[in-house]
C-alpha cells in the first residue's frame, strides 16, 4: 500500500465508497444526498488542506483522506483530518496508514496538536483505531449524531498532542 496526494482524477475512484458511507448515515455528518459534484467539492476542494489517498500496488484505489488546519486564524495551529475506506477493503490496514499519515504530516508541518469534532460514538471500529494511535476523548455531545433508524448516539471531539 503507498499513500500519495490525491489527484482530480482519483474522484472517480472515490465516489463510489464515499456515496456508500454517507448514504448509509452511520459515521459522517455529512449530507446523506450530496450529488458526485457536490462530493467532490466537500471532499476534494475545500480549503484549506490536503487529500490524499492510499493505492494498492496496481493502482486500486483503497480509501482516502483530507487533512489541515482544525479552524482558520487563532485555531490553525491545531489539524484535522477526515477518513473513508472502501468497504471492500476494511480489515486491511488501509484507516491506520491513513491515520498514521496524517500524524506523521502534522507533525512536520508543526502543528501543536489534532483534533477531531466529530467522532461517531457508535463508531467503534473508528474510536478504537484513534485511541490506538494516541487520541484521547476529551469530551462527548450527548445525542448529537442520528442514525439512520432515528435513534441518537453521541459525538466524541477526540485529541492528540503533538508538542513536545
Keep these: ?3 500519495r496526494d490525491a489527484q482530480a482524477g ?3 475512484a472515490i465516489w463510489p465508497f464515499f456515496r456508500h458511507i454517507t448514504e448509509a448515515g452511520e459515521t ?3 449530507p446523506r444526498d450530496l450529488s458526485f459534484e457536490q462530493g467532490r467539492e466537500w ?6 488542506g490536503r487529500t490524499v489517498v492510499a493505492v494498492d500496488a496496481d493502482g486500486t484505489v ?10 482558520p486564524g487563532p485555531g490553525s495551529h ?10 471492500e477493503q476494511a480489515g486491511r490496514g488501509v484507516g491506520r496508514a491513513l491515520g498514521e499519515e496524517l500524524v506523521s504530516w502534522a507533525r512536520s508541518a508543526g502543528y501543536r496538536g489534532i483534533q477531531f469534532n466529530a467522532v461517531v460514538q457508535s463508531n467503534v471500529r473508528a474510536v478504537a483505531l484513534w485511541r490506538s494511535l494516541g ?20 459525538l466524541h471531539i477526540m485529541h ?3 508538542h513536545p
Aim: hydrophobic share 45%.
Design 62 to 71: 483503497l480509501g482516502s483522506a483530507k487533512m489541515g488546519p482544525n479552524r
Design 43 to 48: 471532499w476534494m476542494e475545500r480549503p484549506p
Design 160 to 162: 492528540l498532542p503533538l
Design 10 to 12: 482519483d474522484w472517480a
Design 28 to 30: 459522517y455528518v455529512y
Design 78 to 87: 491545531v489539524a484535522t483530518g477526515s477518513f473513508m475506506v472502501a468497504p
Design 135 to 154: 487520541f484521547t476523548v476529551v469530551g462527548t455531545v450527548p445525542e448529537a449524531f442520528r442514525l439512520p433508524d432515528g435513534s441518537y448516539t453521541g
Design 1 to 3: 500500500m503507498h499513500i
